[in-house]
């Protein structure tokens, strides 16, 4: 192989290696590595055609190898064995095949327009299917591969249909950078896209130690991970402040910063909202119950007098709400303690019968 293709083969993204879905960006790919190959795109669209072999052997055996080359280069940017075995034919095959008939095969197999196709790449750039077990790339090459192939059949869809088609289909687990990409002032360019959710992707795993599932948001009082989405999430950790019981200007759903419970995207965890429910029916149950009337404190005296008790009204205010909401009676009736009522009844000043 010459140099100069060598060369150029190295630089081939591997994920645009042919496979049966991906036509269109394959041969973009193709077109972009070897353009500064003359002699290799020459091959392939025919242009250079063969000298006589009776009468021009000298030139026919260097442009016999570079062909060998050229369809050499071609079978190692195919991903898949049966599109290799189905059009690249062995070099004994005689007749001999030579590279654009490689290149036209190809372009015959996968460039035809057909209702059943334009329906089948429709759906994979305007309904694709996010499965967050598996690299974003994945996902998102799909879609511009289909994106591709139908430019390839005359049906070009609008560019912005991909950034489109990208933010609105991601997996749920994706939801918090999703906002951050849709709510910026202008659109996010495809390469910043492709950025943002790969670095969340492989952050995700690298943290997570490489599981199937890889969308690590925080640590939680017992020290497992979470990820998001996750109904297991408790309400640990810095990220939220479930019901917002700092206070502060901040989302009355999560507790965080910049924006209203109305417009908050984040799903509370199946733990928090237990844990809510059941803390408003020991609340409920508690003033039901009425079991505490009014409350004496104690003050630290050196001489034991009347002074050593003091009455908090505040707190008697509070029990007898509490009270009165729990218990029929009428407005005028006051609950004191037992105790409040034996020192009133031994201070009040007993008066002599006539």
Same mark, same amino acid.
């Given at each position: 192989?010459?140099?100069?293709?060598?060369?150029?083969?190295?630089?081939?993204?591997?994920?645009?290696?042919?496979?049966?879905?991906?036509?269109?960006?394959?041969?973009?790919?193709?077109?972009?590595?070897?353009?500064?190959?003359?002699?290799?795109?020459?091959?392939?669209?025919?242009?250079?055609?063969?000298?006589?072999?009776?009468?021009?052997?000298?030139?026919?055996?260097?442009?016999?190898?570079?062909?060998?080359?050229?369809?050499?280069?071609? *079978?190692?940017?195919?991903?898949?064995?049966?599109?290799?075995?189905?059009?690249?034919?062995?070099?004994?095959?005689?007749?001999?095949?030579?590279?654009?008939?490689?290149?036209?095969?190809?372009?015959?197999?996968?460039? !035809?327009?057909?209702?059943?196709? !334009?329906?089948?790449?429709?759906?994979?750039?305007?309904?694709?299917?996010?499965?967050?077990?598996?690299?974003?790339?994945?996902?998102?090459?799909?879609?511009?591969?289909?994106?591709?192939?139908?430019?390839?059949?005359?049906?070009?869809?609008?560019?912005?249909?991909?950034?489109?088609?990208?933010?609105?289909?991601?997996?749920?687990?994706?939801?918090?950078?999703?906002?951050?990409?849709?709510?910026?002032?202008?659109?996010?360019?495809?390469?910043?896209?492709?950025?943002?959710?790969?670095?969340?992707?492989?952050?995700?795993?690298?943290?997570?130690?490489?599981?199937?599932?890889?969308?690590?948001? !925080?640590?939680?009082?017992?020290?497992?991970?979470? !990820?998001?989405?996750?109904?297991?999430?408790?309400?640990?950790?810095?990220?939220?402040?479930?019901?917002?019981?700092?206070?502060?200007?901040?989302?009355?759903?999560?507790?965080?910063?910049?924006?209203?419970?109305?417009?908050?995207?984040?799903?509370?965890?199946?733990?928090?909202?237990?844990?809510?429910?059941?803390?408003?029916?020991?609340?409920?149950?508690?003033?039901?119950?009425?079991?505490?009337?009014?409350?004496?404190?104690?003050?630290?005296?050196?001489?034991?007098?009347?002074?050593?008790?003091? *009455?908090?009204?505040?707190?008697?205010?509070?029990?007898?709400?509490?009270?009165?909401?729990?218990?029929?009676?009428?407005?005028?009736?006051?609950?004191?303690?037992?105790?409040?009522?034996?020192?009133?009844?031994?201070?009040?000043?007993?008066?002599?019968?006539?």
């Amino acid at each position: 192989m010459s140099d100069s293709i060598f060369t150029a083969l190295k630089t081939f993204d591997p994920q645009n290696r042919l496979t049966e879905d991906n036509y269109g960006a394959w041969i973009r790919e193709v077109e972009m590595t070897f353009v500064m190959c003359s002699s290799f795109m020459g091959h392939l669209d025919g242009t250079l055609v063969a000298p006589n072999q009776a009468t021009e052997s000298s030139l026919y055996a260097p442009w016999l190898a570079t062909d060998k080359e050229v369809i050499a280069t071609i *079978y190692k940017t195919i991903a898949s064995n049966a599109i290799r075995t189905n059009h690249i034919k062995p070099f004994s095959a005689v007749p001999r095949q030579t590279a654009a008939q490689v290149w036209e095969s190809l372009k015959q197999a996968f460039v !035809r327009d057909s209702r059943a196709l !334009r329906f089948e790449l429709k759906r994979r750039l305007y309904n694709p299917i996010h499965d967050p077990s598996k690299p974003v790339m994945d996902y998102i090459n799909d879609i511009i591969n289909a994106h591709a192939s139908l430019s390839d059949l005359g049906h070009k869809p609008p560019s912005v249909d991909i950034t489109d088609s990208i933010l609105m289909h991601l997996h749920p687990s994706f939801d918090v950078v999703r906002a951050s990409l849709i709510t910026q002032s202008t659109d996010p360019s495809l390469e910043t896209i492709k950025k943002v959710l790969d670095d969340f992707y492989r952050d995700g795993k690298l943290k997570d130690g490489g599981g199937e599932t890889a969308f690590y948001v !925080r640590k939680g009082k017992d020290g497992y991970r979470r !990820r998001a989405g996750d109904s297991s999430d408790d309400d640990a950790g810095s990220d939220y402040d479930w019901g917002n019981t700092r206070g502060g200007d901040a989302c009355h759903r999560c507790g965080r910063p910049g924006h209203r419970s109305t417009k908050c995207i984040i799903d509370m965890p199946q733990k928090v909202k237990d844990k809510i429910i059941q803390d408003a029916r020991k609340a409920r149950r508690a003033r039901a119950a009425g079991k505490e009337d009014a409350k004496l404190v104690h003050m630290e005296s050196d001489a034991e007098s009347d002074d050593d008790w003091h *009455y908090d009204p505040i707190q008697h205010s509070m029990n007898v709400r509490a009270n009165m909401a729990s218990v029929d009676e009428p407005s005028s009736t006051v609950f004191i303690s037992e105790e409040l009522r034996d020192h009133l009844s031994k201070s009040q000043p007993k008066t002599k019968k006539k």
